[in-house]
């Protein structure tokens, strides 16, 4: 099984909050190549751009979606406006009446955390809105959608993070701005599992490995097609995997009928890719968090023979 299994998501609904690009992207693409129905949100329009002032565009992760097999539909979305999310959902209702699997991916941190800066050395305006976009923006999206996703038994909520839940607990992830972010979306995913467990419905914390988002390629001058251009400069960019990766560990877990295994757990996806079988696009599997630890942390020369 390379990827997920054509129409096994057929008749279903869900909301990946957070679709513009990166990992929620590829998650839109593989839901819909499912054969998910995949509302998208996002600020970043056709029409106007967020303040990442990208290309991406949520109509862009629509279309790719219902190329993929799916049915993309992507809906403006500022997640830290209630109302805004209120009629988001109040759509999804009225259109569809039900939602199956919702993702919370919003995130929009990367220009607003500083590397290896104290709490007192962080702007302080920066990093408040850092949490306010990586944690409240989640509170209020599940708010308002859990209901919706409760009207049917077997509902799926992925909480998006970086990092498993062992390894942030050991490990001081980049600032106290950001490390407080990516740790509160790993409990509430633990939270949500206590609530939404005994009502029918499954809560995970989901984290990929090293993304080639589009950013993190730009951002060391290459492409998805000559990525290891980059290894010379950057040696252990050699575990890193696609966004469709983890969008293929959520659409495995969607289609799960035994979800509820993993309710209240922090997963990885080269962890649930040994599980389900599934690997990313160039047939590989790669399992960054092990060798973060084995590897990267301890010091090892790059090498990711054995764990890709």
Known sequence: MSGPQQNTLEGKVALVAGATRGAGRGIAVELGAAGATVYVTGRSTRGKRSEYDRPETIEDTAELVTAAGGRGIAVPTDHL??????????????????LDVLVNDIWGGETLFEWDSTVWEHDLDKGLKLLRLAVETHAITNHHALPLLL????????????????????????????????????????????????????????????????????????????????????????????????????????????????????????????????????????????????VQDVGKAADATGYR
């Open 81 to 98: 406006v209630p109302s805004e999310v209120e009629a988001l959902v109040a759509r999804i209702a009225d259109e569809q009446g039900r």
């Open 151 to 294: 009207r049917n038994p077997g509902g799926l909520v992925v909480e998006m993070t970086d990092g498993t839940a062992e390894y942030n607990r050991n490990t001081y992830r980049v600032s106290f701005f950001y490390d407080l972010a990516k740790s509160s979306v790993l409990r509430m995913a633990f939270a949500l599992g206590h609530e939404l467990g005994p009502r029918g419905a499954t809560a995970v914390a989901l984290t990929p490995g090293w993304l080639r988002s589009e950013m993190m390629l730009e951002n060391f001058g290459v492409t998805e097609e000559n990525w290891r251009d980059a290894l010379e400069r950057v040696p252990h960019f050699g575990i890193s995997e696609t966004p469709f990766y983890v969008g293929r560990a959520v659409a495995a877990l969607a289609a799960d009928p035994d979800v509820a295994r993993w309710n209240g757990d922090s997963l990885s996806s080269g962890q649930l890719a040994q599980v389900y079988g599934f690997t990313d696009r160039d047939g590989s599997r790669p399992d960054a968090w092990r060798y973060m630890v084995e």
